[in-house]
């Protein structure tokens, strides 16, 4: 029996005429992750992403999924005909693999084939009654202990009893290049995961006490950025080194260090994000979460 890995995504669906773009993006990203780990050939089928995963490590490929940005949900799937028999057979086997007789079971079915000759609840009627006869399980649709899941697509349809959350958001990529502001605190990092997560193609700018940049690459820095790494794919991490900024105010009174210091950061970003191609600063700075966090 072939297997399928489903996508589905969920902020993507509401692009519009810019959806094609989006889903683009996502396919690229997964393509990325699951090099080397499963067949890479991704279709987009129906409002949905199906990768034929033939004979993938299934905790692999799904432990490179939850690091792609704009998948809100996926599932291991057996395909069956796009026929109520095929269907039935397959719905039978795959719940027994899981469902026991002390279980109860509910089945949902969603069909984006609109001309299958049963309805959403006709079919899962049909398969319902199938189970408890086959399997002697009891149905219950308020709080059932499992689940059975049904896809049926125009030239075939999709089995599966667990959904697996994603990450959600946006694809990365899909919403610029911006420039991150890495301190080497947690949140730094933590800000850009999210702007991650709204589609920002992410790089990174460190300022570093050492009179060599080599001393910083050395350093938690590089870390935190193989952390992020996963999910952002492919990056670029610009050092620059403070003594210089120190050297040109060692005559300014030490009360405006911070001021000034904070204009030569962003200075500098300035500069580095024009070179890099970003279109924004990011920074790790919660208003009011410390005095020099404020809007005065």
């Known amino acids: 029996m072939r297997k399928v890995c489903v996508i589905h995504y969920s902020e993507i669906g509401l692009k519009g005429r810019n959806r ?12 990325r992750v699951l090099k080397g780990v499963a067949d890479v050939r991704v279709e987009r089928i129906q409002g949905r992403l199906v990768i034929s995963l033939k004979d993938s490590d299934f905790q692999k490929v799904a432990e490179s999924i939850k690091m792609v940005f704009g998948v809100s949900w996926f599932a291991f799937a057996s395909v069956s005909e796009p026929t109520i028999d095929s269907i039935k057979s397959v719905v039978i086997e795959e719940a027994s693999k899981t469902v026991g007789r002390e279980d109860t079971l509910k089945v949902e079915v969603k069909r984006a084939d609109k001309f299958f000759p049963a309805t959403s609840l006709e079919l899962s009627k049909i398969l319902g009654k199938a189970l408890v006869e086959s399997l002697g399980v009891k149905i219950s649709l308020k709080k059932p202990s499992k689940k059975v899941y049904v896809e049926v697509l125009k030239n075939e349809a999709y089995v599966f009893t667990e959904k ?49 940049n080599r001393e910083a690459e050395n350093s938690k820095i590089m870390e935190i950025v193989r952390k992020l790494l996963p999910y952002s794919g492919k990056t670029t991490v610009t050092f620059v080194p403070s003594y210089e900024f120190q050297i040109a105010t060692v005559n300014i009174p030490a009360k405006y260090d911070l001021v000034l210091f904070r204009r030569f950061m962003f200075k500098v970003a300035e500069r580095v994000a024009e070179a890099d191609g970003a279109r924004a600063l990011v920074t790790g700075e919660s208003l009011a979460q410390v005095a020099s966090q404020t809007l005065d």
């Open 164 to 212: 697996i959350r994603g990450p959600g958001g946006l694809p990365v990529g899909s919403s610029g290049r911006v420039l991150s502001l890495l301190s080497g605190g947690i949140d730094s990092p933590v800000a850009s995961y999210l702007m991650m997560k709204r589609g920002c193609e992410i790089c990174y700018l460190h300022f570093h006490p050492f009179y060599d």
């Open 20 to 31: 094609p773009f989006f889903e683009r993006k996502l396919v690229e990203n997964l393509k």
